[in-house]
């Protein structure tokens, strides 16, 4: 089998993923595009390792490699769309940066918890 067939095989998923992580909105969808592309990378190694004849199948070993890592990578991704769906309401990747909170807000720095509670120290003393 000629070498080109896989790797232009490979090439198509990449490009299919790598549109996918672009144009996507919704973060499950751009996790999957990732997998995509990750898939197309381990079809060009087990291609390359079949191509070249390699005797010690590091192709094939670096596979493996890249699908437990995927797998994790997964894992880790889904638990945190997760979080934030149930945080935010909404998984939209465009919708979360408009619902950022500005830096320098009480709620982020420590500073907001001193100022407060130096004004209950103050009416506490009034009193």
């Keep these: 089998m000629h070498l080109a067939y896989p790797a232009v095989l490979a090439v198509l998923l990449f490009c299919t993923g790598l549109y996918g992580v672009l144009a996507r909105r919704n973060a499950?969808?751009?996790l999957m595009s990732v997998e995509l592309m990750l898939n197309a990378v381990n079809l060009n190694l087990v291609a390359f390792d079949v191509w070249l004849?390699?005797?010690?199948?590091?192709g094939q070993a670096l596979t493996l490699f890249t699908i437990a890592v995927a797998a994790?990578?997964?894992?880790?991704?889904?638990?945190?769309?997760?979080?934030?769906?149930?945080?935010?309401?909404?998984?939209?990747?465009?919708?979360?940066?408009?619902?950022?909170?500005?830096?320098?807000t009480p709620e982020t720095s420590g500073a907001g918890e001193a100022a407060r509670g130096r004004t209950g120290e103050k009416?506490?003393?009034?009193a």
């Excluded at 004849?53 to 590091?58: G, K, Q, S, V």
């Excluded at 894992?75 to 950022?100: E, P």
């Excluded at 009416?123 to 009034?126: D, K, L, R, S, V």
Aim: a negative charge.
């Design 123 to 126: 009416a506490e003393a009034t």
């Design 28 to 30: 499950i969808l751009v």
């Design 72 to 104: 994790a990578e997964i894992g880790i991704g889904l638990a945190i769309v997760l979080m934030v769906h149930r945080n935010r309401g909404t998984a939209d990747v465009d919708r979360l940066r408009d619902n950022a909170e500005p830096p320098g």
């Design 53 to 58: 004849r390699d005797t010690l199948h590091a």
